[in-house]
Protein backbone atom coordinates (compact mmCIF):
# COMPACT_ATOMS: atom_id res chain seq x y z
CA UNK A 1 0.00 0.00 0.00
CA UNK A 2 0.91 3.61 0.42
CA UNK A 3 3.76 4.97 2.56
CA UNK A 4 4.13 7.43 4.37
CA UNK A 5 7.56 8.34 5.36
CA UNK A 6 7.98 9.58 9.10
CA UNK A 7 10.82 11.11 10.69
CA UNK A 8 12.34 11.50 12.81
CA UNK A 9 12.26 8.07 13.81
CA UNK A 10 13.12 9.05 17.27
CA UNK A 11 14.14 11.58 19.42
CA UNK A 12 15.82 12.44 22.62
CA UNK A 13 15.41 15.97 24.21
CA UNK A 14 15.29 18.00 27.52
CA UNK A 15 12.58 19.80 28.97
CA UNK A 16 11.42 22.92 26.99
CA UNK A 17 12.61 22.36 24.57
CA UNK A 18 10.88 22.46 21.43
CA UNK A 19 10.26 19.65 18.78
CA UNK A 20 9.59 19.13 15.40
CA UNK A 21 8.18 16.15 13.31
CA UNK A 22 7.22 15.28 9.79
CA UNK A 23 5.44 13.01 7.13
CA UNK A 24 6.23 13.55 3.82
CA UNK A 25 4.65 10.91 0.75
CA UNK A 26 4.86 10.91 -3.09
CA UNK A 27 1.24 10.94 -3.46
CA UNK A 28 -1.66 13.22 -2.53
CA UNK A 29 -3.83 13.39 0.59
CA UNK A 30 -6.86 15.44 1.30
CA UNK A 31 -6.62 14.73 5.27
CA UNK A 32 -3.87 14.67 7.33
CA UNK A 33 -4.31 13.65 11.23
CA UNK A 34 -1.71 13.49 14.08
CA UNK A 35 -2.13 11.01 16.82
CA UNK A 36 0.00 10.39 20.37
CA UNK A 37 0.11 7.08 21.48
CA UNK A 38 1.12 6.52 25.18
CA UNK A 39 2.59 3.49 26.52
CA UNK A 40 -0.02 1.07 27.20
CA UNK A 41 -2.69 2.97 25.57
CA UNK A 42 -4.37 3.38 21.68
CA UNK A 43 -3.38 6.22 20.07
CA UNK A 44 -5.20 9.37 20.59
CA UNK A 45 -5.95 12.29 17.90
CA UNK A 46 -4.29 15.80 18.23
CA UNK A 47 -4.85 17.77 15.11
CA UNK A 48 -6.88 17.42 12.15
CA UNK A 49 -6.02 19.08 9.08
CA UNK A 50 -8.23 19.09 6.26
CA UNK A 51 -7.17 21.90 3.68
CA UNK A 52 -3.89 22.58 2.08
CA UNK A 53 -1.90 24.67 3.85
CA UNK A 54 -4.12 25.11 7.10
CA UNK A 55 -1.87 25.54 10.28
CA UNK A 56 -3.51 24.58 13.01
CA UNK A 57 -2.81 23.97 16.73
CA UNK A 58 -3.86 22.53 19.89
CA UNK A 59 -1.95 23.97 23.18
CA UNK A 60 1.64 23.86 23.12
CA UNK A 61 0.88 21.81 19.20
CA UNK A 62 0.91 23.08 15.67
CA UNK A 63 0.30 21.47 12.68
CA UNK A 64 0.17 22.06 9.19
CA UNK A 65 -0.97 21.03 5.77
CA UNK A 66 1.52 21.18 3.18
CA UNK A 67 0.72 23.00 0.12
CA UNK A 68 1.68 20.17 -2.24
CA UNK A 69 -0.93 17.86 -0.15
CA UNK A 70 2.16 15.39 0.00
CA UNK A 71 3.47 16.18 3.77
CA UNK A 72 2.51 17.88 7.32
CA UNK A 73 4.58 18.76 10.49
CA UNK A 74 3.79 18.61 13.54
CA UNK A 75 5.78 20.86 15.94
CA UNK A 76 5.48 20.97 20.30
CA UNK A 77 6.68 24.04 21.77
CA UNK A 78 7.97 24.08 25.15
CA UNK A 79 8.14 20.09 25.98
CA UNK A 80 7.33 18.74 29.48
CA UNK A 81 7.53 15.20 30.41
CA UNK A 82 4.39 14.38 29.78
CA UNK A 83 5.08 14.95 25.99
CA UNK A 84 6.56 11.44 26.13
CA UNK A 85 4.99 9.14 23.49
CA UNK A 86 5.11 7.99 19.97
CA UNK A 87 3.67 10.31 17.38
CA UNK A 88 1.60 9.10 14.29
CA UNK A 89 1.03 10.99 11.55
CA UNK A 90 -2.46 9.42 8.96
CA UNK A 91 -3.60 10.64 5.83
CA UNK A 92 -6.35 9.81 3.40
CA UNK A 93 -5.57 9.35 0.01
CA UNK A 94 -7.25 11.52 -2.39
CA UNK A 95 -8.24 9.25 -5.02
CA UNK A 96 -9.78 6.89 -2.13
CA UNK A 97 -12.40 9.27 -0.61
CA UNK A 98 -14.21 7.65 2.22
CA UNK A 99 -11.67 4.80 2.91
CA UNK A 100 -8.89 4.49 5.62
CA UNK A 101 -6.11 6.02 6.53
CA UNK A 102 -2.34 5.29 5.82
CA UNK A 103 -0.22 5.72 9.22
CA UNK A 104 3.42 6.48 9.33
CA UNK A 105 5.95 4.58 11.23
CA UNK A 106 5.58 7.12 14.19
CA UNK A 107 7.88 8.77 16.16
CA UNK A 108 9.50 7.82 19.83
CA UNK A 109 9.59 11.27 21.77
CA UNK A 110 11.36 10.86 25.33
CA UNK A 111 11.70 13.62 27.74
CA UNK A 112 14.12 13.99 30.27
CA UNK A 113 13.49 16.35 32.64
CA UNK B 1 -14.31 7.79 28.85
CA UNK B 2 -14.08 5.79 26.11
CA UNK B 3 -16.12 5.23 23.19
CA UNK B 4 -15.19 1.82 22.29
CA UNK B 5 -13.94 -0.62 24.34
CA UNK B 6 -11.51 -3.63 24.33
CA UNK B 7 -11.67 -6.65 26.38
CA UNK B 8 -9.55 -7.96 27.83
CA UNK B 9 -6.78 -5.71 28.44
CA UNK B 10 -4.12 -8.35 28.91
CA UNK B 11 -4.48 -11.73 28.27
CA UNK B 12 -1.34 -14.79 28.57
CA UNK B 13 -2.71 -18.17 27.24
CA UNK B 14 -0.95 -21.43 26.27
CA UNK B 15 -0.41 -22.36 22.75
CA UNK B 16 -2.95 -23.84 20.66
CA UNK B 17 -5.84 -22.31 22.56
CA UNK B 18 -8.85 -20.59 20.90
CA UNK B 19 -9.44 -17.01 21.84
CA UNK B 20 -11.54 -14.20 21.05
CA UNK B 21 -10.81 -10.44 21.41
CA UNK B 22 -13.55 -8.34 22.05
CA UNK B 23 -14.36 -5.01 20.47
CA UNK B 24 -17.62 -2.36 20.94
CA UNK B 25 -18.13 0.71 20.01
CA UNK B 26 -21.06 2.91 21.54
CA UNK B 27 -20.88 5.68 18.55
CA UNK B 28 -22.98 4.07 16.11
CA UNK B 29 -19.81 4.37 13.85
CA UNK B 30 -19.93 1.89 10.16
CA UNK B 31 -16.54 1.77 9.65
CA UNK B 32 -14.63 -0.90 12.53
CA UNK B 33 -10.81 -1.86 11.94
CA UNK B 34 -8.36 -3.88 14.17
CA UNK B 35 -4.72 -3.58 13.96
CA UNK B 36 -1.57 -5.02 15.08
CA UNK B 37 1.16 -3.61 17.25
CA UNK B 38 4.87 -4.83 18.62
CA UNK B 39 6.21 -2.41 21.54
CA UNK B 40 6.87 0.84 19.74
CA UNK B 41 6.12 -0.05 16.21
CA UNK B 42 3.93 0.82 13.67
CA UNK B 43 0.25 0.27 13.51
CA UNK B 44 -0.22 -3.05 10.47
CA UNK B 45 -4.18 -3.02 9.56
CA UNK B 46 -5.01 -6.95 9.80
CA UNK B 47 -8.86 -6.35 9.25
CA UNK B 48 -11.77 -3.71 8.67
CA UNK B 49 -15.41 -3.50 8.03
CA UNK B 50 -17.27 -0.89 6.66
CA UNK B 51 -20.39 -2.16 8.23
CA UNK B 52 -22.73 -4.94 9.12
CA UNK B 53 -21.73 -8.32 7.35
CA UNK B 54 -19.01 -6.51 5.58
CA UNK B 55 -15.39 -7.65 6.71
CA UNK B 56 -11.99 -7.04 4.30
CA UNK B 57 -7.89 -8.30 5.37
CA UNK B 58 -5.79 -5.86 6.03
CA UNK B 59 -2.64 -4.51 4.71
CA UNK B 60 -0.85 -7.89 6.85
CA UNK B 61 -1.90 -11.16 6.78
CA UNK B 62 -3.23 -12.71 10.00
CA UNK B 63 -4.59 -16.26 10.53
CA UNK B 64 -6.81 -14.35 12.61
CA UNK B 65 -10.57 -13.80 11.70
CA UNK B 66 -13.43 -11.04 12.14
CA UNK B 67 -17.39 -10.89 12.55
CA UNK B 68 -19.62 -8.29 12.11
CA UNK B 69 -22.90 -9.34 12.84
CA UNK B 70 -23.97 -5.89 14.86
CA UNK B 71 -22.72 -2.30 14.11
CA UNK B 72 -21.22 -1.82 17.71
CA UNK B 73 -19.51 -5.59 17.77
CA UNK B 74 -16.10 -6.24 15.62
CA UNK B 75 -14.51 -9.36 17.56
CA UNK B 76 -11.48 -11.13 16.45
CA UNK B 77 -10.54 -14.88 16.91
CA UNK B 78 -7.75 -16.80 16.91
CA UNK B 79 -8.81 -20.30 16.27
CA UNK B 80 -5.22 -21.65 17.58
CA UNK B 81 -3.00 -18.99 19.20
CA UNK B 82 1.04 -19.32 19.00
CA UNK B 83 3.65 -17.13 19.87
CA UNK B 84 4.23 -15.42 16.87
CA UNK B 85 0.92 -14.07 18.11
CA UNK B 86 2.17 -12.14 20.52
CA UNK B 87 1.49 -8.67 20.27
CA UNK B 88 -0.74 -5.72 20.96
CA UNK B 89 -4.04 -5.55 19.14
CA UNK B 90 -5.27 -2.32 18.70
CA UNK B 91 -9.46 -1.57 17.61
CA UNK B 92 -10.63 1.45 15.99
CA UNK B 93 -13.83 2.92 14.32
CA UNK B 94 -15.11 5.71 12.60
CA UNK B 95 -17.57 7.71 10.86
CA UNK B 96 -18.33 7.14 6.99
CA UNK B 97 -20.23 10.14 5.73
CA UNK B 98 -19.52 12.87 7.40
CA UNK B 99 -15.93 13.80 6.03
CA UNK B 100 -14.92 13.19 9.26
CA UNK B 101 -11.88 10.93 9.00
CA UNK B 102 -10.53 10.71 12.27
CA UNK B 103 -10.49 7.03 14.11
CA UNK B 104 -11.37 6.86 17.43
CA UNK B 105 -9.22 3.88 18.80
CA UNK B 106 -9.48 1.78 21.86
CA UNK B 107 -6.91 1.08 24.47
CA UNK B 108 -5.91 -2.12 23.05
CA UNK B 109 -5.37 -6.20 23.99
CA UNK B 110 -1.66 -7.20 25.12
CA UNK B 111 -1.76 -11.29 24.16
CA UNK B 112 0.69 -13.43 25.22
CA UNK B 113 1.15 -16.65 24.07
CA UNK B 114 3.22 -18.81 25.82
Known amino acids: GQQLNQSPQSMFIQEGEDVSMNCTSSSIFNTWLWYKQEPGEGPVLLIA?????ELTSNGRLTAQFGITRKDSFLNISASIPSDVGIYFCAGQLEETSGSRLTFGEGTQLTVNP | EADIYQTPRYLVIGTGKKITLECSQTMGHDKMYWYQQDPGMELHLIHY???????EKGDLSSESTVSRIRTEHFPLTLESARPSHTSQYLC?????????????FGSGTRLTVV
Open chain 2, 92 to 104: ASSEYFTGDYGYT
Open chain 2, 49 to 55: SYGVNST
Open chain 1, 49 to 53: LYKAG
